[in-house]
């Protein structure tokens, strides 16, 4: 089935770099997106990767994906304060799916001053 | 543009009510999406429709839910007969074909429609 799964909670420190984790299930995946989402507001579209990149970067943000293993990162470069938020891997679904959009539960960063 | 805009934001109905929820897309995006989001959970899909034509409705649809969008521009969605369960974050996304093939579909989210059910 259609699963993806992500850590609950990651804490940093202003300035560091940050890694948020997701693995997913289906290998017929054909993008696999990132998405914010701060308290009290809609989600953010941050970046995508198509299934047949291995890397790719936007500023501050690195998405790496290992199709291989179904594994999917988010790197965020000199984390600041305002990068505190729920951060949600998605992947679009497939065959007759690919309307939709499957997240994960998502990974609340907390950036410590 | 003014992004996705949803109305209301907020909702409290008895339970028994009938609730309606809009969605005003990006002009000239072509499709739209319904989201429920529970707390502590990632979005769950619900529908989508191309234009004014549904074309996926999830299992989480129940025969209580409908939605619609007849001119392929605004889309509401309806609950009947709500239940306590039905408390949750709908959220509205719209999305237009991008990328070298049309096939991307990035997905830009509204602030959503927070529905408590008494």
């Known amino acids: 089935g259609e699963d993806v799964e992500q850590s609950l909670f990651l804490s940093v420190r202003e300035g560091d770099s940050s890694v948020i984790n997701c693995t997913y299930t289906?290998?017929?995946?054909?993008?696999l997106y990132w998405y914010k989402q701060e308290p009290g507001a809609g989600l953010q579209l941050l970046t995508y990767?198509?299934?047949?990149?291995d890397m790719k970067q936007d500023q501050r943000l690195t998405v790496l994906l290992n199709k291989k293993d179904k594994h999917l990162s988010l790197r965020i470069a000199d984390t600041q304060t305002g990068d505190s938020a729920i951060y949600f891997c998605?992947?679009?679904?497939?065959?007759?799916?690919?309307?939709?959009?499957?997240f994960g539960k998502g990974t609340k960063l907390s950036v410590k001053p | 543009d003014t992004g996705v805009s949803q109305d209301p934001r907020h909702k409290i109905t008895k339970r028994g009510q009938n609730v309606t929820f809009r969605c005003d897309p990006i002009?000239?995006?072509?499709?739209l999406y319904w989201y429920r989001q529970t707390l502590g959970q990632g979005p769950e899909f619900l529908t989508y429709?191309?234009?004014?034509?549904?074309?996926?409705k999830s299992r989480l649809l129940s025969d209580r839910f409908s939605a619609e969008r007849p001119k392929g521009s605004f889309s509401t969605l309806e609950i009947q007969r709500t239940e306590q369960g039905d408390s949750a974050m709908y959220l509205c996304?719209?999305?237009?074909?991008?990328?070298?093939?049309?096939?991307?579909?990035?997905?830009?989210f509204g602030p959503g429609t927070r529905l408590t059910v008494t």
């Open positions: 002009s000239e995006h072509n499709r």
């Open positions: 429709f191309q234009n004014e034509a549904q074309l996926e």
């Open positions: 998605a992947e679009r679904g497939y065959g007759g799916s690919q309307g939709n959009l499957i």
């Open positions: 990767i198509f299934s047949n990149m």
């Open positions: 996304a719209s999305s237009q074909p991008t990328g070298t093939s049309g096939s991307v579909y990035e997905q830009y």
């Open positions: 289906d290998s017929s995946s054909t993008y």
